[in-house]
């Protein structure tokens, strides 16, 4: 069952097929459908009906209701991520499988990727299995949280079309930032209430050695999207060393870590002591606006 808040995104759901259909469904429907490339079919995913928001393509085994104000937000995502950070303009393809519902979504995503923890959605670049270029996946199921979840995916697959490679810290914290929505201009409220009642500690050198998405807890993201709030909501100089970093992550996938950088760009102050700054003040800024309402 979705919330009512979704019910809308939906058309007809004509009939449900047995889910070994859906691969061949999906080639009968790329074959038949000029509207974007050939793909490997996934077998158990949704791909009964699909549509195209410029480099991304919804698959669904529902019909979707293309003129709801969801879609029409994350077609402007692109720009706002690319114009934010600088980033080139791809046409990359990005495949979104859009399930049903939750129970859907968790037994294909058992079935395929048994080694990833469980989350309510994924952004996953597939190797295909014939060689060749790789796909960018996006899952998730319909819920109360589709639309702050498809931000948070399609920001990770924007980063990779455009970068040789992303630091796991610096994924999650941009994707992490993008996930609201732009009126926000990326304070996640929930994020700083609860750094203020953890009393959060901050530490990019740790931050930057993790490599595996098993070593990212709620803890890691939450101070992942502090680190890139501040660089990009406080100082010019702070922003530029990270739209520097991002811009040589377009060539070297192996770039050294980030925070030297950061310590040649606020010389005055330790990267830590600007993070917990600025979360401070973000503390008081949400403080004022709980009083004034
Ligand atoms: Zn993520």
Redesign the pocket.
């Known amino acids: 069952m979705f919330s009512r808040r979704w019910r809308n995104l939906i058309g007809l759901i004509v009939f449900v097929l047995p889910l070994v259909a859906g691969c061949e469904l999906l080639s009968h429907f790329t074959r038949n459908n000029q509207e974007h490339t050939e793909k490997e079919p996934l077998t158990g995913a949704p791909g009964k009906h699909s549509f195209r928001l410029g480099q991304f393509i919804f698959l669904a085994d529902f019909e979707i209701r293309k003129d709801h104000p969801l879609f029409k937000d994350l077609g402007s995502l692109r720009e706002q991520v690319n114009r934010e950070l600088r980033l080139p303009s791809s046409q990359r393809e990005v495949w979104v499988y859009l399930f049903e519902d939750k129970a859907r979504y968790e037994k294909f995503m058992q079935t395929k990727y048994r080694d990833l923890p469980i989350r309510r959605a994924f952004?996953v670049v597939q190797p295909r299995r014939l060689g060749g270029a790789e796909d960018l996946n996006v899952y998730t199921y319909l819920g109360d949280n589709i639309h702050q979840d498809l931000r948070?995916?399609l920001t990770?697959a924007l980063l990779h079309c455009s970068l040789k490679n992303v630091p796991i810290w610096l994924?999650?914290g941009l994707?992490e930032y993008f996930e609201l929505p732009t009126s926000q201009q990326g304070v996640n409220v929930k994020h700083v209430e609860h750094m203020h009642q953890m009393n959060a500690k901050f530490d990019l050198v740790r931050l930057e050695k993790l490599q595996d998405v098993h070593q990212m807890t709620s803890v890691e993201y939450r101070e992942s999207w502090a680190w890139v709030h501040m660089m990009l909501r406080t100082t010019p100089q702070a922003k530029q060393a990270l739209l520097n970093y991002l811009h040589d992550l377009r060539n070297n996938p192996n770039l050294p870590a980030l925070r030297p950088r950061l310590v040649n760009a606020i010389p005055s102050v330790s990267p830590e002591l600007a993070v917990q700054s600025h979360l401070g003040e973000l503390g008081r800024q949400a403080l004022r606006n709980t009083n004034v309402r």
Do not use: K
């Open positions: 952004f948070h995916e990770h994924d999650e994707a």
